[in-house]
């Protein structure tokens, strides 16, 4: 069976303006993963996100580690050098335990004047990565750090939060992957948008997951697939106030989208991150996130001027079939939090997936190593989204487009093999595109 989904919007994006705003995108980043990281670094991150058409990042921040400030202080000099690009704040309350009040006061407003702070309302805008047992903190915390507070208790849920509605100014949810063997639905955005009343809804968008590291005892996979188009499609129509990308650096759980630094894998990781790079996922950014911005025709941000688009295609799919060698005690969905335990390979398909940005009507070729290739197509301009099984077929992926019997862009991605790495099948994605 093939699978194909079209957006039918026009290839045009617009130029990088720093929204302050509804309508803006940031990305979840772990500066617990940045201890390393240097200013240069720290300014090409910003400039790839900033390419992508991505507003800012939410830095998430543990209490345990002693290079916070130090990493903090680099993220906003950077954010500051560049230009044009917004911080906040993420307090992580499950990392390391949860963030005492007084410190989580004296961080907020050590950064609430920088240039680089995103505020909404007036006030810096925060959040958090669950964290709902100290809920009752926030009252005195905004009692003196003053802020715009948009906390991710999915640990409590859509109507444990509505309880706090006098407290909070908006939420974040962390729900962004499907259980089990089906692709995410909207359900629970639904329940959070009605829990609050109006109040701005974040909502979470994931290209992926996948962790096995085994000292923090997670060892699982969720549906990726085809989440990364369908997710941006949902956000279309859903038009929540914020989007978050979870992640841009986050390699245990294999859905960063950022470029991979080595000193930032936990131990363990790079048996599954090494080689498995993600940055071609941005390579289509523009186009989604301009797509949801322009739908609502109540928004003011009026490009001043529109970007033509190159066609282009991005693909991606694991390099082993899940048959292939061992699962390495993976399972998939989370056992731990109550989930049916399945075997990975009926929650993962084995299917290369190719989203096809083209200016007209096209056909998208997709060949495994010396087999018959599968012809798709691409009916009109627009940004169309395919799927193709493995069945069985190893060696090289050969992805060509094709218009009016001419090749129009090519690409070729790593072979699809049943050699694993120490026997275990890679349950982490290969991401790459046509340029």
């Not at 920088?114 to 805008?125: E, F, I, V, W």
């Not at 989007?243 to 000193?263: K, M, R, T």
Request: with cysteine; aromatic share 12%.
């Amino acid at each position: 069976m093939l699978i194909n989904y079209l957006i039918p919007w026009l290839l045009v994006a617009p130029p990088v303006i720093a929204r302050t705003g509804p309508k803006a995108v940031f990305a979840h980043f772990i500066v617990g993963n940045a201890a390393a990281m240097t200013p240069e670094q720290w300014e090409s991150d910003i400039r790839e996100a900033q390419a992508a058409h991505i507003d800012g990042f939410a830095l998430n921040i543990a209490p345990q580690d002693s290079y916070t400030d130090d990493v903090l202080e680099k993220a906003y000099s950077a954010a500051e050098s560049v230009g044009n690009f917004s911080l906040f704040l993420s307090f992580d309350y499950g990392s390391g335990g949860p963030w005492p009040a007084d410190r989580v006061i004296s961080t907020i407003n050590a950064y609430r004047n920088r240039s680089a702070q995103y505020n909404y309302h007036g006030k810096p805008l925060v959040s958090t990565f669950i964290g709902s047992g100290n809920a009752d903190d926030w009252p005195y915390i905004k009692q003196f750090a003053d802020c715009f507070f948009m906390p991710s208790w999915s640990d409590l849920g859509p109507a444990g939060t509505r309880a706090y509605l006098d407290t909070i100014d908006g939420a974040f949810s962390w729900d962004a992957w499907p259980v089990g063997a089906q692709n995410k639905n909207v359900t629970s955005d639904r329940e959070w948008m009605h829990a609050l009343s109006g109040k701005p809804y974040m909502m979470p968008v994931s290209p992926w997951f996948y962790v096995n590291l085994p000292q923090w005892n997670k060892n699982w996979l969720w549906r990726g697939d085809d989440l990364w188009h369908l997710r941006w499609e949902q956000v279309m129509h859903l038009q929540p106030e914020f989007v978050q990308i979870i992640s841009w650096n986050d390699y245990g759980e294999a859905h960063y989208i950022g470029p991979i630094y080595d000193a930032g894998m936990p131990d363990g990781s790079s048996s599954y991150v090494a080689d498995h790079p993600h940055d071609a996922w941005r390579a289509l950014l523009p186009h989604y996130i301009a797509a949801y911005r322009g739908m609502n025709t109540t928004d003011p941000y009026q490009p001043s001027q529109q970007l033509p688009v190159a066609d282009k295609m991005v693909y991606w799919y694991r390099l082993n079939p899940s048959h292939a060698g061992s699962a390495n005690g993976t399972t998939g969905n989370n056992p731990a939090m109550g989930q049916e335990e399945m075997m990975p390979g009926q929650v993962a398909q084995d299917r290369v997936f190719v989203s096809a940005a083209v200016q007209a009507a096209s056909e998208i070729v997709v060949q495994i190593g010396s087999f018959p290739p599968t012809v798709l197509q691409a009916s009109g301009p627009g940004l169309n989204h395919f799927s193709v099984p493995f069945n069985g077929q190893t060696g090289p992926v050969r992805i060509v487009m094709m218009r009016n019997d001419g090749e129009v862009a090519a690409t070729v991605g790593p072979a699809i093999t049943e050699e694993c790495q120490d026997g275990n099948v890679n349950w982490n994605a290969y991401v790459g595109s046509s340029d």
